[in-house]
């Protein structure tokens, strides 16, 4: 997928986006936005060991989310995105970020919808050396199709879903299609408790079959669902198959989510599990369960299928003026007969917001990423720690500063690098913001 072409997709995927934030009606979708523009410098653009070359950067950056399950259109949209331009030409301009929407569509409540979305960011392409914008790629995974429900008395329920995907890769020989189909047959045990039993099954037929096999994934689970008063969980227990032109390993499928509203503040979110997966839904995996939008540089880049585990907790503390949030994770890409792809992460998120006074406002994030690689010589630590301040100009205008290090410590030390950028911004919040 050339460059030309992702970003045209991305644009076009940000656009409509856009248009539905500013078309649904204020009190039916909570609405959040900011666009800007501004200047930066780094210190150290190729982020080598003697960090010798400095880089003017020019960009225009757009933040926004939408989330809304009120009425036949659902959405849960959220970008995080910046066009970066740099001045000396050390590499050519370059969109980064991320960008994710899921919909439905109810055509007949309760009967029958349809399901778009679309996941757009990047990934590494080597992982053994320095993100930079000659060492990542762009990654769309688009995904849309009908789902059917059925009425099968007042506790019992019957739901057919039909999925068609395609994944793109800018740079890899990994692009692919996906036709896959998913049927739920449930019933309520008691008062918000539902048991179901689910079949899946997927195929991923890849553009170039010289450089990737095809592949088929069935599944088969028993998933639990509950509601309490301030909480809800959803478990899956089963197994699952991959079937291969040269094996068919299977394994054991558990996801567990729980989400727990601890006070009028504060929330917080756990999950884990353990099944197959691949490079394209690892990515979808991160931004959709993870909301890690901007991630870039933990995606596996090898098109076999593989066991992912994982265990993560997401905490949020929010008052009128202040937001806490924190992140922590471990996830590992385990490869059936061991290749040297097989590594683990762990990933530590935090962040705080806070509203100093009508016209004052700053910020602190912290993200420690730690991944080894089970077969090869390498172990990497990754600090990026960031401080932004903002001055309110106006009603809906911003004048803001940001500070960022980032520090990288490698096995290999060619691989290791420090750099400072700095950044002055000017941003506009439109009015159906509800920032």
Do not use: C, W
């Given at each position: 997928?050339?460059?030309?072409?992702?970003?045209?997709h991305a644009t076009g995927a940000i656009g409509l986006a856009t248009i539905l934030a500013i078309s649904l009606p204020a009190q039916a979708a909570d609405k959040t936005g900011e666009f800007g523009i501004g200047v930066g410098r780094s210190d150290n653009i190729y982020k080598s060991p003697d960090g010798t070359e400095d880089e003017t950067i020019y960009t225009a950056a757009v933040d926004f989310s939408i989330f809304n399950e009120d009425g036949r259109v659902k959405t849960d949209t959220v970008a995080q995105l910046a066009y970066l331009d740099y001045e000396s030409g050390s590499f050519d301009s370059e969109l980064v970020g991320g960008f994710l929407t899921l919909n439905s569509f109810q055509f007949v409540p309760n009967r029958f919808e349809w399901v778009i979305s679309n996941n757009?960011?990047?990934?590494?392409?080597?992982?053994?050396?320095?993100?930079?914008?000659?060492?990542?790629?762009?990654?769309?995974?688009?995904?849309?199709?009908?789902?059917?429900d059925f009425a099968r008395g007042q506790r019992n329920s019957a739901r057919l879903q039909l999925l068609y995907s395609r994944v793109d890769?800018?740079?890899?020989?990994?692009?692919?299609?996906?036709?896959g189909a998913e049927f739920a047959l449930g019933r309520e045990i008691s008062r918000n408790h539902d048991l179901a039993l689910v079949a899946s099954t997927e195929k991923v037929e890849f553009t170039d079959s010289g450089n990737a096999s095809d592949f088929d994934r069935h599944e088969a689970v028993l998933r639990y669902h509950a509601i309490g008063n301030?909480?809800?969980?959803?478990?899956?227990?089963?197994?699952s198959k991959i079937e291969t032109v040269d094996d068919d390993p299977t394994g054991i499928v558990f996801r567990l989510t729980w989400n727990r509203q601890l006070s009028a503040l504060s929330t917080l979110r756990l999950l884990g599990g353990s099944a197959y997966s691949d490079e394209g839904n690892i990515f979808r995996f991160f931004q959709d369960e993870l909301r890690e939008i901007d991630f870039t540089e933990e995606f596996v880049n090898n098109s076999d299928p593989f066991t992912n585990n994982y265990v993560a907790g997401q905490y949020t503390w929010q008052n009128g003026r202040n937001v806490v949030g924190l992140t922590l994770s471990w996830n590992q890409a385990d490869f059936d007969g061991g290749t040297g792809q097989d590594r683990e992460a762990y990933l530590a998120n935090f962040r705080v917001q806070r509203e100093f006074s009508r016209s004052f406002f700053g910020g602190l994030r912290f993200r420690y990423r730690?991944?080894?690689?089970?077969?090869?010589?390498?172990?990497?630590?990754?600090?990026?720690?960031?401080?932004?301040?903002?001055?309110?100009?106006g009603p809906r205008v911003n004048l803001g500063l940001l500070y960022q290090y980032q520090t990288r410590d490698d096995t290999d030390e060619a691989a290791s690098f420090d750099e400072n950028r700095y950044f002055l911004t000017i941003s506009y919040v439109p009015r159906w913001s509800q920032l």
């Open positions: 997928m050339t460059r030309k072409y992702s970003n045209m757009f960011g990047q990934r590494v392409s080597d992982p053994l050396v320095p993100v930079t914008p000659l060492n990542r790629e762009y990654v769309n995974f688009f995904r849309t199709g009908p789902a059917v890769f800018e740079d890899s020989p990994s692009d692919n299609k996906r036709y301030q909480s809800t969980l959803n478990i899956d227990l089963g197994a730690h991944r080894e690689f089970k077969y090869l010589a390498n172990e990497t630590e990754t600090y990026t720690a960031s401080a932004n301040l903002g001055i309110r100009l």
